[in-house]
């Protein structure tokens, strides 16, 4: 009987040993399942951290794509705007070229119209007139 009785102690220490070892790799498992848990949060935070910043780095690409664009586009019609403003010049030019030819015609027209007027012409005019 007493071998009987060790016998049960000694079952129940390797017992309460296996209870032990398997209570041990129980929280081991749960510390690991613990730690990915946290490595998978952590995770998720840092692509949810990438994804603000990469949205907010395609925010600012975007405004500046849409400034370039606008740029872009001033810069196309600024040829454009020059040829029209230089047509307007030249036309300008043009009509005041005319302008002057007709003014150096009056002076003209109006300086022998003064010429013919002077009292000594007209004199010289009348001499010729009755010879």
């Given at each position: 009987?007493?071998?009987?009785?060790?016998?049960?102690?000694?079952?129940?220490?390797?017992?309460?040993r296996?209870?032990?070892?398997?209570?041990?790799l129980?929280?081991?498992?749960?510390?690991?399942?613990?730690?990915?848990?946290?490595?998978?949060?952590?995770?998720?935070?840092?692509?949810?951290?990438?994804?603000?910043?990469?949205?907010?780095?395609?925010?600012?690409?975007?405004?500046?794509?849409?400034?370039?664009?606008?740029?872009?586009?001033?810069?196309?019609?600024?040829?454009?705007?020059?040829?029209?403003?230089?047509?307007?010049?030249?036309?300008?030019?043009?009509?005041?070229?005319?302008?002057?030819?007709?003014?150096?015609?009056?002076?003209?027209?109006?300086?022998?119209?003064?010429?013919l007027?002077?009292?000594?012409?007209?004199?010289?005019?009348?001499?010729?007139?009755?010879?």
């Amino acid at each position: 009987m007493v071998e009987a009785a060790a016998l049960c102690d000694f079952l129940r220490i390797i017992i309460r040993r296996g209870e032990l070892f398997i209570q041990m790799l129980d929280d081991k498992q749960r510390f690991r399942h613990a730690q990915r848990d946290e490595l998978e949060a952590s995770a998720r935070r840092c692509v949810s951290v990438l994804n603000d910043e990469l949205r907010s780095q395609i925010d600012v690409l975007s405004k500046r794509g849409e400034t370039t664009k606008t740029e872009h586009q001033e810069i196309v019609e600024r040829p454009a705007e020059l040829n029209n403003a230089n047509s307007t010049l030249q036309a300008a030019k043009t009509k005041t070229e005319l302008d002057l030819q007709v003014l150096h015609v009056l002076r003209v027209v109006v300086s022998i119209a003064l010429y013919l007027m002077l009292p000594s012409h007209i004199d010289s005019q009348m001499t010729k007139v009755k010879h």
